[in-house]
């Protein structure tokens, strides 16, 4: 498995789903697998987070967004889901079969299930909708529990979590490798991109939006800026398969511009790649240079390199992993519990957890003190793992007793 190999919900240390850049008939180059840390507790995570996303997939496939606990019969997977909850099951369970979780035949099984939920889902300009109803794979169009409208609406980041799923799925089981090419045809990455206008960048900044309410054709007022953060895996898609030019790569901002007001003055250097103009600016903290993330999140940072070899690429800018790993440097182990820094992914639940204390941090993301069963999403193990955290953590992250009922 290369480097473009994600490895599942927890980032278990061992190369599980190979998500190809080339067409779906392509294969993917080998290269070295990168170093173990502890293999026997990252398996152990892996197997009780992948425990969990399979109680949270429904019967026709899709994992939910949500887990509910402490009902009378048992977890309960929540009603809705987006493209982002599906492509995560889709390359958790691929994870778990080349980590041997499940066997060959469970993975086709259960690839197919999901694969054929996608393609009845309903789309608008090649994409999928940001809320299904999990169980049916009907549009929500008000929210469960309070009956609140809900817009449809076209995610370009949920897109490009679900779209990533889907390549995973089609490199790990042939035999459905032409039905998702069908499923990701339609799907043109120049839907979302404003193309870049030189005599007004403000308006033509070279970027994604957002996404589009599809009721009225409205686009967000914003457009994704910031290099170092998730929505820039919908920009590696999109420049891979061809529909956004390169030079979209470049328009992504580094830091603020010089000109802009900013409580830190960035460092850096005006440069001029593929014709294209651009401030290679950093920040400093603790003497450290650094590409910021949005709110200091692991998770903006770590999620993408979990697919796309960046480091690998660009050895020797290292603006994605090495600055974020001050974050979990400082986490600290104390009676069995651990303070998780940054971590945008790890679930708050309505109501309190038993041991569970909810508090600011000095960077204005929420710190939790884990003493018992944390309560995290899919994502929140996956950045853990990959930025340091597990070397710090005493106990897997264990969402479900023993004795829910498994999955088909």
């Keep these: 498995m290369d480097r473009r190999t994600f490895l599942a919900a927890t980032t278990a240390g061992t190369g599980a789903a190979a998500l190809s850049l080339l067409p779906l008939n392509g294969t993917a180059a080998a290269a070295p697998r990168a170093p173990e840390a502890d293999p026997a507790l990252l398996r152990r995570w892996f197997r009780d987070t992948y425990r969990s996303i399979e109680v949270m997939t429904t019967d026709i496939g899709l994992a939910a967004d949500t887990l509910r606990l402490g009902l009378a019969g048992g977890p309960a997977a929540s009603q809705n889901t987006s493209p982002t909850n599906i492509g995560c099951g889709l390359w958790a369970t691929v994870a778990a079969a080349g980590l041997g979780v499940i066997d060959a035949d469970t993975l086709h099984r259960r690839l197919t299930r999901t694969v054929t939920a996608v393609e009845k889902l309903e789309r608008h300009d090649g994409f999928w909708l940001n809320w299904y ?223 569970v204390r909810r508090r600011r941090d000095r960077y204005g993301g929420r710190r939790l003190r884990l003493q018992h069963r944390p309560y995290v999403r899919h994502f929140g193990a996956a950045t853990a793992s990959r930025g340091g955290v597990h070397e710090r953590c005493r106990h897997p992250a264990r969402l479900l007793p023993r004795a829910a009922p498994r999955p088909r």
């Design 133 to 355: 109803d999990a169980h049916d794979g009907t549009v929500l169009t008000t929210w469960p529990g309070t009956g609140d409208p809900v817009r449809p609406f076209l995610s370009s980041v949920d897109n490009a979590w679900l779209i990533t799923g889907l390549r995973i799925a089609a490199a790990a089981e042939p035999r459905l490798r032409s039905r998702i090419a069908r499923l990701l045809a339609p799907a043109d990455w120049s839907y979302f991109y404003t193309p870049y206008d030189p005599a007004d960048p403000v308006a033509g900044p070279g970027q994604l939006r957002g996404g589009f309410w599809t009721d009225t054709g409205e686009p967000t007022p914003h457009h994704y800026g910031a290099l170092n953060t998730e929505p820039r895996m919908a920009s590696y898609l999109g420049v891979a398969d061809g529909s956004l030019p390169g030079e979209h790569y470049w328009h992504m901002l580094r830091t603020m511009l010089p000109e802009h007001e900013q409580e830190q003055q960035p460092g850096g250097f005006h440069d001029t790649v593929d014709g294209v103009h651009l401030w290679q600016g950093h920040y400093v903290h603790r003497g450290r240079k650094l590409i910021p993330t949005w709110g200091g999140s692991m998770f903006e940072a770590l999620m993408v390199p979990l697919f796309v070899p960046e480091a690998t690429w660009s050895p020797r800018v290292g603006h994605h992993a090495p600055p974020v790993r001050q974050v979990p440097d400082r986490a600290r182990t104390r009676r069995g519990g651990v303070r998780l820094l940054g971590l945008l992914a790890v679930q708050r639940p309505r109501g309190r957890l038993p041991g």
